[in-house]
């Protein structure tokens, strides 16, 4: 289950507490390792000066959770984050969304889209203003048919199984589709889901939303205070990398949740 080491990118700004909180909150739910990260530019002093003093910063959010807090260089924040992740053995590097963004909705800034187009480990982002609830509520697939959304819904419903809670899958059915075909292919990954883990069957469901776009379509799904979001990379993407398709992005910008994205391949 991914979440068994997580590394906060902090910065300054909302973006950073959202981060570094979410952070924490996965981490207390997994009872997994927490490291928090602040990335500077090579070969300036001064900024590696400026980054230690906002790691002193993100220490006093953490109201004495234990954390590793690094100083990592870095030509670019997503690059610094990744090679750091890979470094210290994380499994999931967390972001925020940078100001300006609309709130409860994840805005992708340049550190995310680096790390959702080339990372090597689990990439989650927080939508602005994101405060943890309490408890995690459930995990929600999107799902489309293909063997790194089957990977997807086996990690998700090990996850479920150990944090006990429920899973959700969805399949998006946009424009003129064969609903029918999709519905099929639901009904697959519901088996899938249920004898890949010890779940109650009542606690596996599955929906069809369906629009003339993606943010039509996620009009119909409801979604929980504390829910989590999975998404699959796309076929497109490296072996053991994140790359996260044009769809799945309009999903990421559209829903009210944090998003996890898996890197391919997370079997072989």
């Given at each position: 289950?991914i979440?068994?080491?997580?590394?906060?990118?902090?910065?300054?700004?909302?973006?950073?507490?959202?981060?570094?909180?979410?952070?924490?909150?996965?981490?207390?739910?997994?009872?997994?390792?927490?490291?928090?990260?602040?990335?500077?530019?090579?070969?300036?002093?001064?900024?590696?000066?400026e980054?230690?003093?906002?790691?002193?910063?993100?220490?006093?959010?953490?109201?004495?959770?234990?954390?590793?807090?690094?100083?990592?260089?870095?030509?670019?924040?997503?690059?610094?984050?990744?090679?750091?992740?890979?470094?210290?053995?994380?499994?999931?590097?967390?972001?925020?969304?940078p100001d300006?963004?609309?709130?409860?909705?994840i805005?992708?800034?340049?550190?995310?889209?680096?790390?959702?187009?080339?990372?090597?480990?689990?990439?989650?982002?927080?939508?602005?203003?994101?405060?943890?609830?309490?408890d995690?509520?459930?995990?929600?697939?999107?799902?489309?048919r293909?063997?790194?959304c089957?990977e997807a819904?086996?990690?998700a419903?090990?996850?479920?199984?150990?944090?006990?809670?429920?899973?959700?899958?969805?399949?998006?059915a946009?424009?003129?589709?064969?609903?029918?075909?999709?519905?099929?292919?639901?009904?697959?990954?519901l088996?899938?889901?249920?004898?890949?883990?010890?779940?109650?069957?009542?606690?596996?469901?599955?929906?069809?939303?369906?629009?003339?776009?993606?943010?039509?379509?996620?009009?119909?799904?409801d979604?929980?205070?504390?829910?989590?979001?999975?998404c699959?990379s796309?076929?497109?993407?490296?072996?053991?990398?994140?790359f996260?398709?044009e769809?799945?992005?309009?999903?990421?910008?559209?829903?009210?949740?944090?998003?996890?994205?898996?890197?391919?391949?997370?079997?072989?």
């Amino acid at each position: 289950m991914i979440g068994e080491h997580v590394l906060a990118g902090y910065a300054p700004g909302a973006g950073g507490r959202e981060a570094l909180e979410l952070a924490r909150a996965i981490a207390g739910l997994t009872g997994g390792r927490l490291s928090v990260a602040t990335v500077h530019p090579p070969d300036m002093p001064a900024a590696e000066g400026e980054a230690r003093t906002l790691l002193e910063q993100a220490a006093a959010f953490l109201d004495g959770r234990p954390a590793d807090l690094i100083v990592q260089e870095g030509r670019s924040v997503g690059r610094g984050l990744t090679l750091l992740a890979s470094r210290i053995g994380a499994d999931l590097i967390v972001v925020g969304s940078p100001d300006g963004g609309a709130r409860g909705r994840i805005s992708v800034g340049a550190a995310g889209d680096h790390l959702l187009h080339s990372a090597t480990e689990a990439v989650m982002l927080a939508p602005a203003g994101y405060v943890p609830p309490g408890d995690l509520d459930r995990i929600t697939v999107m799902y489309v048919r293909r063997p790194q959304c089957d990977e997807a819904v086996i990690r998700a419903a090990q996850a479920a199984e150990r944090l006990d809670v429920p899973l959700r899958l969805v399949t998006l059915a946009v424009g003129d589709v064969a609903a029918e075909r999709l519905r099929d292919d639901l009904a697959l990954a519901l088996r899938l889901a249920q004898d890949s883990a010890d779940l109650v069957p009542e606690e596996v469901t599955a929906e069809l939303a369906e629009g003339d776009d993606v943010a039509g379509a996620l009009t119909d799904v409801d979604w929980a205070d504390g829910e989590l979001l999975v998404c699959a990379s796309s076929e497109d993407a490296a072996a053991h990398r994140v790359f996260l398709g044009e769809v799945a992005l309009k999903v990421l910008r559209a829903v009210p949740c944090p998003v996890a994205v898996l890197p391919r391949g997370y079997f072989s």
